[in-house]
């Protein structure tokens, strides 16, 4: 039986008829075909019959047609058949992640939320035994449907000849590598994407944060766990798909598009390629308040039984509503009578107030502290990194100071607390405290004000526990001193032990002191 034939015209599995070639390289040609079954477009692979790897690929389609998740693309067919093997699969028509960006980079939320969803996708793959290990812009679809696309999973490492020893973190890269590029415009890899490379800084790939202003400290953080495989924040690198998933799960998301009973995910809006649609759903339209005299008065007063009940009680409702108007009228000018009697018998009021207007009202402020340190009057060396304490408070989200690693939450047991100090300078009256600590829950934390820097001298205003993130101590009753201390009684888990980590703290105060 001769091979069937690979042009313009021909039949594959007497169904498939190929239309256009879209692209082809080593013996991979990718059409555009027709499937006259279902009379629907499809995406059909052959491979010439020298192609190196014709039974991988094959096996690795046939492997990726059992995932049922809607964001990887669906294989219809994968056979290899009279000398001809071929893959068919859905045909995606949409803008890629690389036509998003080109004319600049998405918002962080929607950039995080489109990855969002591939890093789910790519998840459910790895339980799946699968892996993808190409994550390319091209590879990432925003459909014309609305929803979103990953293309080539199992698939393209079979035609590349890619592999890997360790999949999951090379797709946790590779997730990391699609969210720089939706933050930033730039493409941190290799091979030509169509996007400008990232710049680097002393040979290494600049932080999403060093290449475009308005970058999110965490999404940062979050883009550096995965791309570089570096701890940020004090939590550790993000070295799976499933923990790429979770980590963006966090990030609240723009518009809901229900995706395989999972949590609501994104909308872009294939017209606006670098934006999400945040677009309320129309409002259905009013409906008329029902007749106070039954519905078969409803069509014009042609029912029998409606007609005759606005005819009987037509003059006795004209005749309430005109006594109800009327006592209305009454009541309004009375009481404007009675209160411009009262108004003007009422003395003028002094220039300055007893109870100030809300114009007047102080304001509350962000105070700037003289200095801080880091806080160990129980350790034995009396010193907890002093040197990073200027970075919880230079405003930078991106810096931080944290505490000794420790062998258990409770500090190891060898001292009640820890923290860091700051000096504001002179007696400051504090509305709150509010301080950005890591991302890891298990902090406990009390805000401490005094006049001395001594810990008998600093008095607890308020605690907070098992906290993490942006969290605000607000005394419970007026605290004011000099001193201000963030003091940390419980730690969260870090790198398989415990450290605390504060990256801003603002002391907000009501007006000058």
């Known amino acids: 039986m001769s091979a069937p034939a690979v042009e313009p015209g021909g039949r594959l599995a007497d169904r ?27 995406s059909v692979l052959t491979l010439s019959p020298d192609f190196p790897r014709v039974v991988e690929v094959v096996t690795a389609a046939r492997g990726a047609s059992r995932l049922t998740d809607p964001r990887v693309t669906q294989v219809f067919d994968a056979a290899e058949e009279a000398g001809q093997a071929y893959v068919v699969s859905e045909w995606v ?15 962080p939320e929607r950039a995080a939320a489109l990855v969002a969803e591939a890093a789910e996708a ?15 812009p091209d590879r990432l679809i925003w459909t014309a449907g609305s929803t979103v696309k990953l293309l080539g999973l199992a698939v393209d490492a079979k035609l590349r000849g890619v592999e890997s020893d360790d999949a999951a973190r ?14 930033t415009g730039h493409w941190p890899g290799e091979g ?3 996007l400008p490379s990232a710049p680097l800084d002393d040979g290494k790939v600049c932080t999403p944060r060093q290449v475009r202003a308005g970058v999110p400290g965490f999404l940062d953080a979050i883009t550096c766990r995965a791309l570089l495989q570096e701890p940020r924040r004090g939590l550790p690198p993000l070295t799976t798909p499933a923990a790429v998933a979770e980590a963006l799960a966090e990030v609240p998301r723009p518009a809901p598009v229900p995706v395989s009973g999972r949590p609501p995910a994104l909308t872009l809006r294939s017209e606006a390629p670098d934006d999400l649609d945040t677009r309320r759903p129309p409002r259905p339209p009013v409906q008329p308040r029902p007749s106070d005299h ?25 005749a309430v509503v005109a006594m109800v108007i009327l006592l209305l009228i009454a009541a309004v000018g009375l009481g404007a009578w009675t209160l411009g009697r009262s108004l003007g018998k009422r003395t003028p009021p002094p220039a300055a107030s007893a109870t100030p207007s809300s114009e007047g009202s102080p304001k509350i402020v962000a105070l700037k502290p003289a200095g801080a340190t880091g806080f160990d009057p129980l350790g034995d060396d009396l010193s907890e990194h002093p040197e990073l304490a200027r970075l919880a408070v230079d405003g930078k989200a991106s810096t931080e100071w944290h505490t000794t690693t420790y062998q258990s939450a409770e500090l190891g047991r060898l001292k009640d607390g820890v923290g860091l100090l700051l000096d504001m300078g002179k007696e400051v009256s504090v509305a709150d405290v509010v301080v950005s600590l890591g991302n890891a829950p298990g902090s406990t934390i009390e805000l401490r004000v005094g006049d001395s820097a001594d810990l008998g001298a600093l008095r607890r205003a308020a605690k907070q526990e098992n906290v993490s993130g942006t969290v605000t101590l607000t005394p419970d009753k007026p605290a004011s001193g000099q001193y201000v201390l963030i003091w940390f009684t419980r730690l969260p888990a870090f790198e398989g032990k415990f450290r605390g980590t504060i990256y801003d703290v603002v002391v907000h105060s009501p007006g000058s002191a």
């Open 170 to 183: 090379e797709d946790a890269e590779g997730l990391g590598r699609l969210l720089y590029a939706a933050l």
């Open 192 to 194: 030509d994407t169509g």
């Open 16 to 42: 498939f008829r190929l239309e256009d070639r879209v692209s082809e390289s080593s013996g991979a040609t990718l059409w555009k075909a027709i499937d006259e079954v279902l009379a629907r477009p499809v």
């Open 294 to 318: 039954g519905g078969h008065g409803g069509h014009g007063g042609h029912g029998s039984h409606g007609g005759h009940a606005r005819r009987s009680g037509g003059p006795m409702s004209r």
């Open 93 to 107: 028509t949409g803008e890629t992640l690389a036509d998003l960006v080109s004319s600049g980079p998405m918002s």
């Open 122 to 136: 790519v998840a459910h793959a790895h339980e799946a035994g699968l892996s993808h290990l190409c994550l390319t």
